[in-house]
C-alpha cells in the first residue's frame, strides 16, 4: 500500500503529517535530534509537495 501526505500542520510544538486514507503522525520538535524545526519543515515541503499549515 503507498500512501500520499494530504498535507502536513504545526500546531503546539508539534508537526502533524496527514496520509490519505485514514493514517498520518504526529512528530513532536522536541524529539528532532538532528537539524532544527525549521529544518524539519522545509525537508517535509520539499519531500510531500506541500506547504506547512499554522
Known amino acids: ?3 500520499s501526505v494530504l498535507y502536513t500542520v504545526y500546531y503546539r510544538k508539534t ?3 496527514f496520509l490519505d486514507g485514514h493514517y498520518g503522525f504526529a512528530l513532536p520538535v522536541a524529539a528532532v ?3 532544527t524545526p525549521e529544518a524539519l519543515e522545509s525537508f517535509l515541503a520539499q519531500k510531500t509537495g506541500t506547504t ?3
Open 52 to 54: 506547512v499549515r499554522y
Open 1 to 3: 500500500m503507498r500512501l
Open 33 to 35: 535530534t538532528q537539524g
Open 15 to 17: 508537526q502533524f503529517v
